[in-house]
Structures are given as structure tokens and as C-alpha cells.
């Protein structure tokens, strides 16, 4: 009679030790952490997509363009979800023309994005499309194009592959011609597969102002 009062005890404070474990674990995980995780979901079910504005072109006297922008494939991998690194690694080292041990480093960041090559070729693009793994992404760039080469360069400048001015009129009017980025929220379902139809925000890219110049091509040839 006495052991089993005694298995009783035992059981009843087995029993209020559990709940005050499972009790002190709610309190910790819906108060202590509850930011945190609140935040961890928001990122694994949104993701945002910077919109590239369009730089504004520089012309002659004449409107005869001296400097465009025109749209390429960059390509970026959702690196924390990619399973075989190594063979990935491989042929993406031969598609886009960059060492094995800087493709395989890239794809062992453990992140949601990381840029592999930006403005890669079109052939390229189509090697990448046809890897068919949705971990490796493509995106359209755009990308600074002087249809003269060489023409009138130290007064036209020229601009880094973000497409900030660096030098000559691409700096001095960089502020004017580089438009403002938007971006875009899409969120995710559980097998993280995008749901457009739930996309919750979306702020369009500002194009830059063109720059017309009193300089004329023919003769800046001459």
C-alpha cells in the first residue's frame, strides 16, 4: 500500500514537472522568441525582387544615341536549398566561364541569394535555362552600351556594371539619369513555389532622364 501511494507521488509530480517544462517552453517561444520566428517565417514565405530602372540615354545634337542601356541575363542561385554543390559546381564552371573553386564557394554560401555571373552572354542564358533547377535563376540587367565604341568617350564617361557613373557625363549627370529601383514582394507557399496571385507589394522602377548634347557625331568623327 505504501510503495503504491509512493508510485502515485511519483507519477503526480512526473506529471506537473512535464507541464511546467511544456508551460515554461510555450512562455519562451511564444514571448521570448516570438519576434524572431515571426520574422524567420516572413522571410521563408516573401520573397523581394529588386526592379532595375532604366538609364536614360545620352544623344547628339541630331538625337543620334551616343549611349543606351539594353537588357541582358544575369544569373544568381538560391544557394542554401542546392543539394549536389559539387556537380553543379562543374557545369556551371564551364557554362559561365569562372573557376570550379569560385562556383563551388558561391553555391556553399547558405543563402536565399547569391550572383554567379552578372551579364552573361546569350548563349550562356540558354545553357543555364536548359539545367532546368530552380535554384539557378536568371534575371534581366541592364547594361550600358556606346554604339560609337570610343566616340566622344572622355566627354560621354562611362559607368560600373550597377550602372553608376564613373567618369565624364555619366557621372556629372548620374543622379539625373540613373531613375530610381523599385521592387517586388512575392510570396511563397509551403514548398516555397511563388504565388503571384498573393503578391502583396509592388513599387515600379523610375527611368532616368535622357541627356541631349550639342556635340554632333559626324563631325565629332571628323
Not at 501511494?5 to 512526473?14: D, S, T, V
Not at 560600373?160 to 567618369?167: A, R, S, T, V, Y
Amino acid at each position: 500500500m505504501h510503495s503504491e501511494r509512493k508510485r502515485i507521488r511519483g507519477l503526480f509530480w512526473a506529471f506537473i514537472t512535464g507541464f511546467a517544462v511544456l508551460t515554461l517552453r510555450l512562455f519562451y517561444v511564444e514571448i521570448v522568441e516570438s519576434a524572431y520566428l515571426s520574422d524567420l517565417a516572413e522571410k521563408q514565405h516573401n520573397v523581394e525582387k529588386t526592379l532595375a530602372a532604366q538609364r536614360g540615354a545620352i544623344y547628339d545634337r541630331n538625337m543620334i544615341e551616343l549611349a543606351s542601356s539594353i537588357n541582358t541575363s544575369s544569373v544568381y542561385a538560391v544557394s542554401k536549398e542546392i543539394k549536389n554543390k559539387t556537380e553543379l559546381a562543374e557545369k556551371l564552371s564551364r557554362i559561365l566561364h569562372i573557376p570550379y573553386h569560385q562556383a563551388l564557394e558561391k553555391l556553399n554560401k547558405k543563402k536565399s541569394f547569391v550572383w554567379l555571373k552578372r551579364q552573361i552572354t546569350e548563349e550562356q542564358a540558354k545553357q543555364i535555362q536548359q539545367l532546368n533547377n530552380k535554384n539557378i535563376q536568371l534575371v534581366k540587367e541592364p547594361k550600358r552600351f556606346y554604339p560609337g565604341a570610343s566616340l566622344a568617350s572622355p566627354v560621354i564617361g562611362f559607368v560600373d556594371i550597377d550602372g553608376n557613373g564613373l567618369e565624364g557625363l555619366e557621372l556629372v549627370c548620374n543622379e539625373f539619369m540613373k531613375g530610381a529601383s523599385g521592387r517586388q514582394v512575392i510570396q511563397r507557399d509551403a514548398k516555397q513555389r511563388m504565388l503571384p496571385s498573393l503578391q502583396s507589394v509592388f513599387e515600379p522602377a523610375v527611368d532616368g532622364y535622357h541627356l541631349a548634347l550639342t556635340i554632333d557625331q559626324v563631325i565629332q568623327y571628323i
